[in-house]
Each structure stands twice: as C-alpha cells, then as structure tokens.
C-alpha cells in the first residue's frame, strides 16, 4: 500500500499489531548480535527488576519501520530519522500495537514528520518521532 505525499493529511493514522514470539526475540538478537541474556537467559534474567525475558528494545522500535513501509506513507518511503523513548519493557507473548500519526508535512522536500507509538494494551512502551520522504505522484 501507498499514501502519496499529495494525499497526506496532519493527523491522519495508521496501526498494525504483532505479539512477540520466542522466535522474534532468537531472530533479532542473531540478526542484531545482542545477545543480552536479559533477552535469551531466563535465569539471568529472572534476576534482574523486570523479572523475566524481555523483547529487545530495538525490536520494538522496528515496528515502527513496519508500519511506516508498508502502511503509511507506505511502499516507497524513505527513513531519514527516528527518535525514540523506551517507557516500559515488552515480554514475549505480548501483543504490541505500533501506531504512527502525521504530525507535519514539509511539501519542498516531500518529507513527513510522524509520531510514533508503541503499546501493550493501555500502556505505552514506546513513543518518538519519524522522519520520512513519502512516495510522490510528481
């Protein structure tokens, strides 16, 4: 799916949802080569405040990417920067719902502003801002 630069709107959204899997966590530390035990020991990890395994923080925030290359802008976007605030750990097994919004639009360059937000039901685990180039009709 595309949203082409022309047909962007401030406060215009989009969602997608996605439960961490044992599996997410294994891939993205081999893929990343953080292999934290907070993330992969649950000995170590039942040690430290969060009592459990966590999802890396950063597999998280790529949900973000999720969203933003295939929803909104959508296909074609380019990334040029992504500032993010770690609010509270996501657990395997839990579902995270990402939502990007369009806070600006900037026609010279056809660049967009989004904020993003990551959630575990009513709690926010994740929030920042994007910066794009959005796909164009001219």
């Not at 993003?116 to 929030?127: I, M, N, P």
Request: include cysteine; charged fraction near 20%.
């Amino acid at each position: 799916m595309t949203v082409y630069f022309e047909d962007l709107v401030v406060g215009q959204s989009a969602e997608s949802g996605k439960t961490v899997t044992e599996a997410d966590v294994l891939l993205f530390s081999a893929v990343s080569g953080d292999n934290n035990p907070v993330h992969l020991d649950q000995i170590y990890a039942a040690s430290t405040p969060f009592e459990t395994r966590i999802a890396h923080g950063m597999l998280t925030a790529s949900l973000i990417s999720g969203v933003i290359g295939t929803r909104l802008p959508g296909y074609g976007t380019i990334y040029l920067s992504q500032s993010t605030r770690f609010k509270a750990p996501v657990r395997i097994g839990q579902t995270v719902t990402t939502r990007v919004t369009v806070a600006e639009l900037i026609p010279e360059k056809k660049r967009v502003r989004l904020t993003t937000e990551c959630r575990v039901g009513d709690h926010v685990v994740l929030e920042g801002e994007s910066l794009v180039i959005a796909p164009s009709r001219g």
